[in-house]
């Protein structure tokens, strides 16, 4: 059996059944490979020679094993006494003299390859780069979609043959100077670049940054300038530490828990092999100068700015220097890290790397060739097939061949494919993701067919998918093509391929344009939402150009049957139609419907005619109105006066909204490249990845609670007692019942996590079997990840709770056993407030409210199916100020408020204050009324109605995470413009 994938993934229990023999190269071998090659092209003579020696030595060490062997078979074979055979004497005395010889010209052959060795080692820095570059394209096989989390990196495979193309193009085409040290360097530039380039075409626009970061890190590895441990610190920074076991911030009113953890594991860091241990006293500098750190945190652009204490001492350190000022970066201020690694990249690779660039279809098509397809890459709302066609007529190969993919296609597709083999036509394969199969043929037909004509060409356009065959990928030469980014290009892209002057033109009524304007301007901005995550829609609808075709023409009909014939138009229609069937088909989550028709509701009324409408309602120098005229002229011009870089005010949020997309894609990446570390130790610290990982193991099982014992617990949960004015001790008590249940649920956790340790610590040492799942354990662990089994059982159902790095959830775990055991132990009259992010199952505690609450009114005789969840925001800051337990429900408090600020001392909503994304909320009383009372409490939905606000367990909201929703007074301004800033609450902050 033999595999073509790079880098294939056996586990242990199969290694172990069968012998698998390794053919992948390693970084090792490839440079020896490269070296040999550059040779074989720069020095040929000097190559040459070399093979020559080797060939040589192999045949003067054969022959002295010859003569050796001769004379032992001459001295086995000879009787009598030896010194009286004068023929054996001769021939000894022969093998002598021809042994000497032999090694004669062994030991200049020695010499004669030292010679040549010590030239050879002066090209070998351009094998090392050449070895590393390809090593980084492999890794880019790792990424994923962050958004719908399809294995992009599939589609990124390189064979090493398309590699070495790029090898061979860059020693040919670099600059020829001399001495061999200038050349050597002229070779390493052009290469790198020319790697970069390659790749680049073929990588969406979210993973470029990235793969220039992997390549500047890799090579100042490589060169000795950093070492594994600097970068892994870069990558996690203190996402391994537990807070609980730390000495507590005394910053806490500027810096959070977080970057606290990344200033401690900071100052435990040395950096570059000489181990400096720069920062090793920035926790008393923080003290001495918070007045110049505080400044320095709160720059718009602290990558730019002097370090306080420390910018002498980074200057002076001239190779480590622009990584130290990274890593600062990325552990206080995580929202510049995307500009702080375009910097670094420009100081240790050049600026060229960081500049846009793009490849033509012309420069695409003379790379290609018959046997080498064109792939393209799509993402949603491209095409590339008006661009073959443009190039088709500059080559007079149009009208081409297109075949749009799809069932019963195949043979279709064969036909035209087998009938321009010959006649040297080209062929265009549209949406391949449809046709699977027939790409593995495709596969077979090029690599197999003995002749195709020269001008045959094919391009093929697929989306992601891992199901495309390996070998077409190793074929292809990989374009990506992407729509531009941002509100203007999504509204030139829409009024140039989607809008022209015949659409214009089909209402004769001035309100059908602005209409059409208004529509188009509403598709680019829920399309460009997407951007900032969760706060901006909390599933990212993949919106397309069918959608709003799909809502002009419904406009289009609605006003021919309304102002067209003299009826008013009725704008309850279309909000509904665009906001919840258009486009509203696609929105699954209630939320995000209710941000949809908000939208519409604001855009879509009377006010959009008059002449003062903007569609932003903030004051701005620019003003987005709505064109006036009767040409398409008209309205491009407008569309290039709209600025080119997008206020999240536009978009109805807050301005710290774009640190909220800056933290998402930092995150993003840094998590990705994690994944493409080798997980081995320091050589300079001499700890392997075992060594480490067990070190680790043990610090986590000493964290680990002790375990609950369930017949304990149940014994000591019957003699709690229940609320204060209702008689139930007990599992009588919904509260007790849900007490016993969340402990069952944290000693499964315990149980889990301390095995699952243990297991570990076992297999590293050899005592049990290593099994593929211990194996991603140890990863996990090596990374600061949590391991999957301790947040999810084997149906992937959540078990506990979600956090990004392992010593985040080892203090998630401390405190909810904390609270647990204190309820357990001292009943309700010390819960005075109950820490809601604590438990696994927050509805239930809800839940128990309510039915707690009903059984208070019984004489009233409430039920319970009558009764809702009531929420009142207090002015307390923090649970410790409570003194008194209320009368009826709970207090709860962890909650924290995204996408604006809660007024305490007025009990109001109000604009989140720069750079805060999130604030933690007042106490809050959570009880239970009747549905009646509820709505006499709330009246329905006016300008100055409180917002009905979504608390989410975590800050990714679906409504698998919706805990329940309270209502917060929205002050001086109209709940839709919260909901456009999208407000809400979480339970547990990244």
Request: net charge negative; aromatic share 8%; with cysteine.
């Amino acid at each position: 059996m033999t595999s073509r994938l790079p880098n294939p993934h056996f586990s242990p229990e199969l290694s172990a059944k069968t012998t698998v023999i390794d053919f992948t190269v390693t970084l090792r071998g490839l440079e020896q490979q490269l070296l040999g090659r550059v040779l074989n092209m720069e020095q040929r003579a000097l190559e040459e020679m070399l093979i020559q020696l080797k060939e040589d030595a192999t045949t003067n060490t054969k022959s002295l094993h010859t003569l050796g062997k001769q004379l032992l078979d001459r001295l086995s074979s000879s009787k009598g006494n030896l010194l009286d055979d004068t023929e054996l004497i001769e021939v000894l005395a022969s093998t002598k003299a021809k042994a000497k010889e032999v090694e004669g010209k062994l030991d200049e052959a020695r010499q004669r390859t030292l010679e040549i060795d010590e030239k050879r080692e002066q090209f070998r820095p351009v094998a090392t780069r050449g070895s590393l570059m390809y090593f980084n394209m492999t890794d880019m096989v790792l990424v994923s979609n962050p958004i719908t989390l399809q294995p992009s990196g599939w589609m990124y495979s390189c064979s090493l043959d398309q590699f070495l193309e790029q090898f061979d193009h860059s020693v040919k085409n670099s600059d020829k100077v001399q001495p061999t040290v200038k050349r050597v360097d002229k070779i390493i530039d052009f290469l790198t670049y020319q790697v970069y380039r390659y790749m680049n075409r073929g990588l969406f626009e979210r993973d470029k940054m990235m793969f220039r970061l992997m390549v500047a890190l890799k090579i100042s590895v490589v060169n000795g300038e950093l070492t594994s441990d600097d970068v892994m610190l870069f990558l996690k920074a203190g996402g391994s530490l537990d807070k609980n076991t730390e000495k507590p911030c005394p910053y806490s009113k500027w810096i959070n828990e977080k970057v606290w953890l990344n200033i401690i594991q900071l100052t435990r860091h040395g950096f570059g092999r000489e181990q400096v241990p720069l920062f090793r006293d920035l926790t008393e500098l923080l003290g001495r100068n918070d007045i110049g750190w505080r400044r320095w945190l709160d720059e718009g652009e602290p990558e730019n700015c002097p370090i306080p204490e420390y910018e002498d001492r980074i200057v002076m350190q001239r190779t480590l220097g622009p990584f130290i000022r990274l890593v600062l970066v990325r552990s206080l201020r995580e929202d510049r890290v995307g500009i702080a690694c375009a910097q670094y990249i420009d100081r240790q690779l050049g600026a060229r790397f960081t500049a846009p660039v793009s490849d033509t279809i012309f420069e695409v098509y003379q790379e290609s060739s018959a046997r080498k397809p064109v792939l393209y890459l799509l993402s949603a709302g491209t095409d590339p097939t008006n661009m073959i066609d443009e190039l088709a007529k500059r080559k007079k190969k149009f009208p081409t061949d297109k075949v749009s993919m799809g069932e019963g296609q195949e043979k279709v597709a064969r036909e035209k494919n087998n009938a321009a083999f010959i006649t040297g036509g080209w062929l265009v394969l549209q949406n391949c993701h449809l046709g699977i199969n027939y790409m593995n043929e495709v596969e077979e037909t090029i690599i197999r067919m003995p002749e195709i004509h020269a001008d045959y060409r094919l391009w093929v356009t697929c989306e992601i998918t891992s199901r495309f065959p390996i070998g077409l990928l190793h074929l292809c030469i990989k374009v990506t093509q992407e729509p531009p980014a941002g509100l203007k290009a999504s509204l030139h892209r829409t009024y140039t391929t989607m809008v022209t002057q015949e659409t214009l033109d089909k209402v004769d009524h001035e309100k059908w344009r602005a209409l059409l304007y208004a529509i188009a301007f509403l598709h680019s901005i829920v399309q460009e939402r997407r951007k900032f995550g969760a706060i901006g829609w909390c599933v990212p609808y993949e919106f397309n150009n069918s959608d709003l075709d799909a809502s002009l023409l419904f406009l289009e009909k609605h006003l021919s049957s309304t102002i067209m014939v003299g009826i008013p138009l009725s704008w309850n229609t279309i909000q509904y139609m665009v906001a919840e069937v258009q486009y509203g088909g696609r929105i699954t989550d209630d939320l995000d419907r209710e941000l949809f028709i908000t939208y519409a509701a604001k855009w879509l009324c009377d006010d959009m005619f008059r002449p003062s409408f903007n569609f932003n309602s903030y004051s701005a120098e620019y003003g987005y109105k709505i064109p006036d005229g009767l040409e398409m002229s008209v309205y491009r011009d407008h569309i290039e006066n709209i600025p080119p870089v997008d206020s999240p005010l536009i978009f109805g949020l807050h301005p710290n909204a774009d640190i909220t997309y800056r933290l998402k894609e930092a995150s993003e990446m840094l998590t990705t490249i994690i994944e493409t570390q080798p997980k081995d130790g320091n050589a300079s610290v001499g700890k392997s990845m075992d060594e480490k990982v067990r070190e680790e193991a043990l610090e986590l099982l000493e964290k680990v609670p002790p375990e609950l014992v369930e017949e304990v617990f149940r014994a000591q949960v019957q003699k709690l007692r229940g609320p204060p004015r209702i008689d139930e001790r007990g599992f009588k008590a919904p509260l007790n019942i849900f007490l016993f249940q969340e402990l069952q649920r944290l000693q499964n956790i315990i149980f889990i996590v301390r095995s699952n340790l243990d297991n570990l610590v076992l297999a590293i040492e050899g005592v049990v079997v290593m099994t593929v799942d211990l194996l991603e354990d140890s990863n996990c662990v090596f990374d600061g990840r949590v391991p999957k089994k301790w947040t999810h059982d084997a149906s992937g159902a959540e078990i506990s709770w979600l956090l990004p790095t392992i010593g985040g959830w080892c203090t998630g775990l401390t405190d909810r056993y904390t609270q647990l055991n204190t309820w357990l132990e001292y009943g309700r009259k010390e819960m005075k407030s109950y820490w809601i992010t604590g438990f696994t199952n927050a509805q239930g505690f809800l839940t128990g409210i309510r039915q707690e609450v009903t059984r208070l009114h019984k004489k009233d005789q409430w039920a319970l199916d009558d009764v809702v969840t009531h929420t009142e925001v207090l002015t307390l800051e923090s649970p410790d100020r409570v003194r008194e337990l209320p009368d009826e429900g709970q207090n709860i408090h962890g909650l924290s408020i995204e996408g604006a600020r809660w007024n305490r001392s007025e009990g109001k909503l109000e604009e989140s204050e720069p750079k805060k994304l999130q604030l933690a909320m007042p106490v809050i009383h959570v009880t239970a009324v009747e549905v009646k009372m509820w709505k006499v409490m709330n009246p329905a939905p006016g300008p100055f109605s409180p917002l009905n606000a979504a608390v989410y367990k975590y800050p990714r909201r679906n409504d698998r995470y919706l805990i329940f929703r309270l209502l917060l007074r929205s002050g001086e301004h109209h709940p839709h413009h919260w909901k456009l800033r999208g407000v809400c609450l979480v339970a547990q902050v990244d």
